[in-house]
């Protein structure tokens, strides 16, 4: 499969709690992206943390890589009822042309 | 900032007909794009790799036959979906590369719905 594994498939909790899920994949990478997709929508893009960073910031988001384990995380603190929708993680392999290799992603559901 | 944009974002077709779905990048130009398909509560499956001026490179089981991609100048790629079925029925979104390779941001288009009765 070219997909990688997140978990959990699917996640529900209140307006302000935090929300973490996680990233596994299977090939050395670039770097690894998140993003978020509203139902039947397009793509936005979150965040993109390099192989060589551990971690990194943006607003309510942060995200965590870990290379040794091929893993990440991504955590939305304070979460609000606008953040309900699904996230994917993507990665870029290494010399495969720069594609996007996306995650199985989490569906989010904040309650409000 | 950089825009995507696919065209038609909907489109309804009958089974055995083909049918051809656009992706331009509007102020930019992009050297690759690719093509995903996203069947619904699934993830976003890489089809294939276009490049400006030569083949696409598809990815294992996707049927360069039956999914023409061209990718005829830099702002324009088209995805045709030929002699289209029921199970073509997805949301086929795109994206673009401004440089290709590794450090170059990808921007995706809004995606294209295509329903085959």
């Known amino acids: 499969s070219q997909q990688g594994e997140e978990d959990p498939q699917a996640l529900s909790i209140q307006e302000g709690e935090n929300a973490t899920m996680n990233c596994s994949y299977k090939?050395?990478?670039?770097?690894l992206q998140w993003y978020r997709q509203n139902s039947g929508r397009g793509l936005v893009h979150l965040i993109l943390?390099?192989?060589?960073?551990r971690e990194k910031h943006s607003g309510r988001l942060r995200v965590t890589l870990d290379t040794s384990k091929k893993s990440s995380s991504l955590l939305i603190t304070a979460s609000r009822a606008a953040d309900t929708a699904s996230y994917f993680c993507?990665?870029?392999?290494?010399?495969?042309?720069?594609?996007?290799?996306f995650g199985q992603g989490t569906e989010l559901s904040v309650k409000p | 900032g950089a825009v995507v944009s696919q065209h038609p974002s909907r489109v309804i077709c009958k089974s055995g007909t083909s049918v051809k779905i656009e992706c331009r990048s509007l102020?930019?130009?992009?050297?690759?794009m690719f093509w995903y398909r996203q069947f619904p509560k699934q993830s976003l499956m890489l089809m294939a790799t276009?490049?400006?001026?030569?083949?696409?490179?598809?990815e294992q089981g996707v049927e360069k036959d039956k999914f023409l991609i061209n990718h005829a100048s830099l702002t324009l790629s088209t995805l045709t979906v030929t002699s289209a079925h029921p199970e073509d029925s997805s949301f086929y979104i795109c994206?673009?590369?401004?440089?290709?390779?590794?450090?170059?941001?990808?921007?995706f288009g809004e995606g294209s719905w295509l329903t085959v009765v």
């Open positions: 102020d930019f130009q992009a050297t690759t």
């Open positions: 943390i390099r192989s060589n960073e």
């Open positions: 993507a990665t870029v392999p290494t010399n495969q042309g720069g594609k996007l290799i």
């Open positions: 090939t050395s990478i670039n770097n």
């Open positions: 994206s673009a590369s401004q440089g290709g390779g590794v450090g170059n941001t990808i921007y």
């Open positions: 276009s490049n400006e001026g030569s083949k696409a490179t598809y």
